[in-house]
């Protein structure tokens, strides 16, 4: 499995697909942890409902309500920022797996649970995608060398545009929870679109860079 993965690094359309689902990830992660880090509901569904009992009672532990909404929002911001990715993906994959775990556990339906088995499947990606960082722990050798040059995979991943995108991402996520996007109807279309104009310049920027570098 390993070899396969060396192999996939080198495609760009798979360092792409890692990089935007890092983003993908860590705008849910982000944007759903500032509701509990604020201190407020997540749901407001009666608590006769065995999701809105489980979520009052979350609500209710509140110093715990908030330590989940910081873990999930410094977990997002780790992985959007592309550079501490790997960092971002450990912290994530526990957090994730409750929230599969829970969501199969209590009645959330059949999209939820589905939505969040997607979401650990491409946290596990993610993991395995970086696992030349971790695996040394798995290594009965304790005697390793690390080849700390940087490599053109690395060059790339850890682009400056991808960072910057990252941190504009993570302000454009955070910003609607401190403005109200009812004020006008035009506020949630212009949110949507500075998310998705972001995500296209720096895609833009590096296939011109990558298609300079082969010319």
Known sequence: MFRL??????YTFFKLTVIYLRYLIGFAFVFASVVKIK???FTTLPTDTPV?????????SGFYWKFLGWSQLIAGILLMTQRFASIGAIIFF???LNITLITHSVNFGTGTPTVTTLMLL???YLLLWDYRKWIILFQQDHRIKLDLTQTPEDKFMTHPVWITAGVIFTIV??????I?????PALPVIWVGLLLLTGIVAFMYMMIQ????KS
């Open 5 to 10: 993965i060396d192999k996939l690094k080198t």
């Open 39 to 41: 201190g407020e509901r």
């Open 52 to 60: 809105g009992y489980f979520f009052e009672a979350m609500y209710q």
């Open 94 to 96: 526990p957090i994730i």
């Open 122 to 124: 491409g946290t596990l």
């Open 173 to 178: 996520t955070i910003l609607p929870n401190f």
């Open 180 to 184: 109200s996007l009812q004020m006008h």
């Open 210 to 213: 990558l298609k300079k570098l």
